[in-house]
């Protein structure tokens, strides 16, 4: 079964940058990736995903310019790069991994991830 542990989260500035990371207990390379949120009162949400070996991306439109994914599967490491930070990206956010056949298929809904983390706090405060 595969653990995932996120971490990089903390306390920013409005415009400051924050690069989430997503450590996988397993080998990584035969999952697709996903960052999502969850702020307080509302539903989780999708943010970004990844194909396996980084064929594919997607990005919320929320988020799209200002975040970028990535994967190191050396590392067993997915990352989310978050720049131009706003209040309102204050969230839990949460990495969950899906095992999939597919290289270029990425999955951007919940309901489509077998494992989660247990989240990492970023919070946009001045």
């Known amino acids: 079964q595969l653990q995932l542990v996120e971490s990089g989260g903390g306390l920013v500035q409005p415009g400051g940058s924050l690069r989430l990371s997503c450590a996988a207990s397993g080998f990584t390379s035969n999952y697709a990736i996903g960052w999502f949120r969850q702020a307080p009162g509302k539903e989780r949400e999708g943010v970004s995903c990844?194909?396996?070996?980084?064929?594919?991306?997607n990005y919320a439109d929320s988020v799209k310019g200002r975040f970028t994914i990535s994967r190191d599967d050396a590392k067993n490491t997915v990352y989310l790069q978050m720049n131009s930070l706003k209040p309102e990206d204050t969230a839990i956010y949460y990495c969950?991994?899906?095992?999939?056949?597919?290289?270029?298929?990425?999955?951007?809904?919940?309901?489509?991830?077998?494992?989660w983390g247990q989240g990492t706090q970023v919070t946009v405060s001045a």
């Open positions: 990844i194909s396996r070996m980084g064929k594919n991306t």
């Open positions: 969950a991994a899906r095992l999939t056949s597919y290289i270029g298929t990425y999955y951007m809904t919940e309901n489509e991830y077998t494992y």
